[in-house]
């Protein structure tokens, strides 16, 4: 979920109108989530050991999001904006720790139709320490991975907006996501208030 909290922090602007169409409009935006640990991460090869964790559906813990995410809008033009999100990790019913992660993106945004809201962008993803298995550093799995993004919105109402994104993953220093899907998309739904 997303609140935006400029006003509070900055004043009230006025609102965007047809009249006043090229003033830009500053969001500050918090984010607060939670990831559900619904998939296995427990799953064993034929040997009955463990698959290793970066490779399992999921990662077996809920763990809480926090983020923020600025934009400069503009009624009838091109809105730049900027995201970053940290995602706490615990460790899962396997005795494996998976690094915190620090999510960075810098895109534009673009309105076509009056309806969708286009969202082309670079990102990365920071994992900043080695993951552990009962505490024991795991070699190799930590590093950056670099991602060329698109995002579509579709405006339902002001405050539910469903999107699908694309992410390419066109550069990593992570050892251990050197096997990773390089494309990858999905659908989701974004709640503001």
Same mark, same amino acid.
């Given at each position: 979920m997303q609140?935006?909290?400029?006003p509070y922090?900055?004043?009230? =602007? %006025?609102?965007q109108t047809q009249e006043n169409a090229n003033k830009t409009r500053y969001s500050l935006w918090t984010m607060v989530g939670l990831r559900l640990g619904t @998939?296995? @991460?427990?799953k064993k090869d034929v040997l009955g050991y463990y698959i290793p964790a970066r490779y399992q559906l999921g990662?077996?813990?809920t763990d809480p999001i926090l983020g923020l995410r600025f =934009? @400069?809008?503009?009624?009838?033009?091109i809105s730049p904006g900027f995201m970053?999100?940290?995602?706490? *990790?615990?460790? *899962?019913?396997?005795?494996?720790?998976?690094?915190?992660?620090?999510?960075?993106? +810098?895109?534009?945004?673009?309105? +076509?139709? %009056?309806?969708? !809201?286009? *969202?082309p962008g670079v990102s990365f993803i920071v994992v900043p320490r080695h993951d !552990?298995?009962?505490?024991?550093?795991? +070699?190799?799995?930590?590093? %950056?991975?670099?991602?060329?993004?698109?995002?579509?919105?579709?405006l339902l109402s002001a405050t539910v907006n469903p999107y699908i994104f694309i992410k390419y993953l066109y550069h990593t220093e992570d050892v251990s996501s050197k096997n990773s899907l390089r494309l990858t998309a999905g659908i989701g739904i974004m709640l503001r208030f």
């Open positions: 609140w935006d909290v400029y922090l900055f004043g009230r =602007q %006025e609102p @998939a296995d @991460a427990d990662t077996g813990t =934009q @400069a809008t503009r009624l009838n033009g970053l999100i940290y995602t706490f *990790n615990s460790e *899962n019913k396997t005795g494996y720790e998976r690094s915190d992660t620090v999510y960075i993106k +810098a895109d534009l945004t673009y309105l +076509a139709f %009056e309806k969708f !809201r286009l *969202n !552990r298995q009962d505490g024991v550093i795991q +070699a190799g799995t930590r590093g %950056e991975n670099y991602y060329l993004e698109f995002d579509t919105y579709y």
